[in-house]
């Protein structure tokens, strides 16, 4: 029975939805005949997501478009749903399964899954070969002169940028290699979002075209969140790999370093929660888990809802909740907002940020709620503390951004502030102080 299964080396696509320039793909060609391209819909992931959830959607589009351009190339893209070591288990036993390709993931969940399908393969004379793909240096390739991982971004940018070399942006000939697809005759249909137990969202996908206009005015407008189209958008595309992080740096490069300065601060997240994996479940730095953090439930929903008197945080939560994505100046006050004002803890922001946004990433998501909360990887820690005012007065003094998400401001109908902003700030220093005692 054994020597009748057909011989496949299988690539498993996750973080790097795209046929050019991948390199798990790239070797998996390169190095055998017969690919077959896997995609598994992981049901430990899509049980804990909202049935309307535009993420799912976008993937489910995109693995029909993967599907597609396979079938036009005399292959086709296996789509299972599941556990992925079930999944692998019960493809060995339709296939003799040579190796298995894929491109390392950083995430802690994501380490102990692919940790477990190591053990399975070596147990099965199975090759499970990793590469690196979502990023241009990974884990400990930028490291101290003490050959420790750096814990503050200024310094990581500066060894980044004296590293990088044309060598670290050259993208992988996939088409080169294109004929060791494994070719397939009949190809399989694709299981529809409605099987996987999900509804169509109705938020829009932003493009994955980086735009040179928005690179070359990036660091004057990038701040404001009233000017339209001043941002790239593309967090959605580089979170599950539909553009090449490599292309990217090429593009931008010479046109915005402020903006190669943003995907710097992606991978300097990536390596944190690489080389720390505590900081998923917990504070960067354990004492600030000794804060008194509150857990007002009734002030925690005004604050989801964009209720809480301060134009600037509930603009940028209603624009989160009816499109699925916040400008970042926004995330900055509304997550300041949270963790000071409100003093609750940065991972019930977190959390929800995790549900609601399009472009949501684990490593960037944890990192950015600590810098705000003053409990990561930072030099100036808790008593960083935005006024939401004066940051509205800096950053939308025309309100062209509070316009168009609270309409309400400045009539009797908007809610009144839920806290007085000094009161907050000295409550947080107080409280802070205590803790770190």
């Known amino acids: 029975m054994n020597e009748k299964r057909k011989s496949v080396t299988l690539f498993w696509f996750r973080r790097d939805l795209r046929l050019d320039d991948n390199a798990g793909l790239y070797h998996a060609l390169k190095n055998h005949a017969g690919v077959l391209p896997l995609f598994i819909f992981d049901t430990t992931i899509l049980g804990l997501l909202p049935k309307i959830d535009a993420r799912v959607q976008f993937i489910h589009q995109t693995v029909a478009d993967l599907k597609s351009q396979l079938n036009e190339l005399g292959s086709d893209l296996r789509v299972e749903q599941g556990v992925p070591l079930d999944i692998f288990k019960k493809l060995n036993t339709e296939f003799n399964l040579e190796a298995i390709y894929a491109n390392q993931d950083y995430e802690p969940q994501a380490q102990r899954r692919d940790d477990a399908l190591q053990v399975w393969a070596q147990k099965n004379l199975i090759q499970f070969l990793l590469y ?69 969202s109705d938020h829009e996908i932003p493009s994955s075209k980086l735009s040179k206009a928005v690179l070359k005015n990036y660091a004057e407008q990038r701040d404001f969140p009233g000017i339209e189209n001043a941002t790239s958008r593309l967090g959605i595309h580089l979170r599950f790999g539909t553009v090449s992080i490599r292309k990217l740096v090429r593009d931008c490069k010479d046109l915005s370093a402020v903006w190669l300065s ?153 809610c009144k502030p839920m806290v007085e902003h000094t009161f907050a700030r000295e409550r947080a220093l107080t409280e802070f102080k205590k803790a770190l005692k």
């Open 132 to 200: 690196k793909d979502q990023v241009i240096f990974e884990k400990k390739e930028i490291v101290t002169d003490m050959q420790r991982p750096y814990t503050v971004y200024t310094p990581y940018k500066k060894k980044w940028l004296a590293a990088l070399s044309p060598f670290y942006l050259k993208s992988y000939p996939n088409k080169k290699y294109q004929q060791s697809y494994l070719k397939i005759k009949n190809p399989s249909s694709l299981i529809t979002l409605k099987q996987l137990g999900f509804s169509e």
């Open 262 to 414: 943003e995907l710097i601060w992606r991978e300097f997240f990536m390596q944190i929660i690489w080389n720390f994996p505590h900081v998923s479940e917990g504070s960067f730095r354990p004492d600030y888990e000794k804060v008194a953090w509150r857990n007002d439930k009734a002030e925690f929903e005004k604050w989801k809802l964009g209720q809480t008197g301060y134009p600037m945080v509930d603009a940028g939560l209603r624009e989160l909740n009816a499109t699925g994505f916040m400008h970042n100046r926004a995330r900055m006050v509304t997550a300041s907002f949270l963790t000071k004002h409100l003093l609750m803890h940065w991972s019930k922001g977190a959390d929800y940020f995790a549900e609601k946004l399009l472009d949501y990433d684990l490593a960037a998501n944890n990192g950015n709620w600590q810098w705000a909360a003053g409990t990561g990887c930072d030099a100036a820690p808790y008593f960083r503390i935005f006024n939401p005012t004066s940051q509205l007065e800096r950053f939308d003094k025309n309100l062209d951004y509070i316009k168009k998400w609270v309409p309400e401001f400045g009539t009797e109908a908007y």
